[in-house]
């Protein structure tokens, strides 16, 4: 079964530092794109970084930029998402997929909650 699992959420204070990972079962992650998305209670889901299969290249909002780091670790087969400095507003369910757009993909995980708060 080709499945992606976002794991490594939880509740830090302005400021802290989670790593969330998304490790892959039944295909190897080095094929694809992978992107970090997420929702806010109220929001529409959005990009928060993407990282090429073929050269490694990244992108980040500029909401994000600065503070979030994604990386490979394809001996984990996985994909981690570093993210410092978190701000209130970065409160959400973080959700990683195969591609780097929310309209491209077609299934979404369960994802893993992040809070921020004093």
């Known amino acids: 079964q080709v499945r992606l699992v976002e794991s490594g959420g939880g509740s830090v204070q302005p400021g802290g530092s989670l790593r969330l990972s998304c490790t892959a079962s039944?295909?190897?992650?080095?094929?694809?794109?992978i992107g970090w998305f997420r929702q806010a209670p109220g929001k529409e889901r959005e990009t928060v970084s993407c990282?090429?299969?073929?050269?490694?290249?990244?992108y980040y909002p500029a909401s994000v930029k600065g503070r979030f780091a994604v990386s490979r670790d394809n001996a984990r087969n996985t994909v981690f998402l570093q993210m410092n400095g978190l701000r209130p507003e970065d409160t959400a369910v973080y959700y990683c997929a195969e591609a780097c757009s929310v309209n491209l993909v077609d299934r979404w995980g369960q994802g893993t909650q992040v809070t921020v708060s004093s």
């Open positions: 990282i090429s299969s073929v050269d490694g290249n990244t």
């Open positions: 039944g295909f190897n992650l080095d094929r694809s794109a």
